[in-house]
């Protein structure tokens, strides 16, 4: 148990990144608790342009809120690792950030913990709300555990588990799961402040959730058409499926699509026939709602693949 007198005086830092973990730390704040500094990641050039550099988006809420913020991309360098022990962290906070070292995450007294978008040991890795998606379950949620050396494998402190709906993609689930997740982490602040729990030991049977390659992101047209429209929800909004259009032997061009429904409407056309904003396979058809071909903005007309042919 914790030695304070008043739960909001326990030394809490927080690390994150993308907008996924703004919701918890504005949650810790909501609620009083002593916050003593942000680690994020170092600005990055611009997609669009490299002269400019992107503040993370945790950076961003902790500069309009007067946090310390500190950054690094070596976690091993000897003055990133000074300030923190300078801190005198009981507790660190973890959502959306990166694997530490141990000797970062061994400097708070009470631990380190991390906030999970699965339900672990399902789908540890680096994208379990796409994969999760992809594979057509149709349950999911939020694990807080102890970090330990390996990738998301630390004793289990609390869960929550949700339902997937149908038409739900990556994108709006992963809302969904911030905002659980941002009242999970003061649920366990709380217990580890009470010690009111005893974390479990993970189980050994599981899936995983590797990173996102662009192998991962293409369309199989010969796949059915449950496991084409999950893909499409799973990597939606962000990358988007992949397909391919080959005008003529000489030419191909990429299109990605967003958003689709999909009917089992028996038909007599070839796998991969497009008509209006239709695409056929074996089972019925696909209704494109949303995509974008390469190089152009979305959404676009599908009259401009209406001439070619799918690949794959």
């Known amino acids: 148990m914790l030695n304070v007198n008043?739960?909001?005086d326990g030394r809490i830092i927080f690390m994150g990144t993308s907008y996924f973990s703004v919701l918890s730390i504005e949650n810790l704040l909501k609620y009083?608790?002593?916050v003593l500094g942000v680690v994020t990641t170092t600005d990055r050039f611009s997609v669009r342009n490299k002269k400019l550099f992107v503040e993370s988006a945790i950076k961003k809420y902790s500069r309009l809120?007067?946090?310390?913020i500190l950054q690094s991309d070596d976690l091993k360098n000897y003055l990133f690792l000074e300030t923190l022990q300078k801190w005198h962290t009981e507790i660190c906070i973890i959502v959306a950030f990166r694997m530490l070292p141990k000797i970062v995450w061994n400097i708070p007294i009470f631990g380190s913990f991390n906030l999970h978008?699965?339900?672990l040991p399902n789908y540890r890795g680096a994208a379990p709300i796409h994969w999760v998606i992809m594979n057509g379950d149709t349950k999911t949620g939020i694990s807080i555990f102890r970090v330990d050396e390996k990738i998301d494998t630390g004793r289990m402190l609390l869960q929550k588990k949700i339902s997937i709906e149908?038409?739900?993609n990556a994108g709006s689930l992963s809302i969904r799961l911030s905002e659980i997740g941002a009242y999970l982490i003061v649920n366990t602040i709380k217990c580890i402040f009470y010690n009111c729990i005893a974390p479990k030991e993970q189980t050994t049977n599981f899936n995983l959730a590797p990173k996102l390659l662009r192998v991962d992101t293409k369309i199989n047209w010969k796949a059915t058409l449950k496991e084409i429209y999950n893909k499409i929800r799973g990597l939606s909004p962000f990358p988007g499926s992949l397909s391919i259009l080959e005008e003529n032997m000489f030419k191909k061009k990429e299109f990605k699509i967003y958003r689709a429904y999909y009917s089992f409407e028996h038909?007599?056309?070839?796998?991969g026939?497009?008509?209006?904003n239709k695409i056929f396979i074996k089972?019925?058809?696909?209704l494109i709602l949303e995509c974008q071909l390469e190089g152009k903005l979305k959404p676009f007309w599908q009259k401009q693949i209406r001439r070619d042919s799918l690949v794959g």
Do not use: D, F
């Not at 038909?267 to 796998?271: F, G, L, M, S, Y």
């Not at 089972?283 to 696909?286: D, M, N």
């Open 117 to 119: 978008p699965s339900l």
């Open 273 to 276: 026939t497009v008509e209006e």
């Open 283 to 286: 089972e019925g058809y696909l």
């Open 32 to 34: 009083k608790y002593n």
């Open 267 to 271: 038909h007599p056309k070839n796998i």
């Open 65 to 68: 809120h007067a946090l310390p």
């Open 166 to 168: 149908m038409a739900e």
């Open 6 to 8: 008043n739960i909001n």
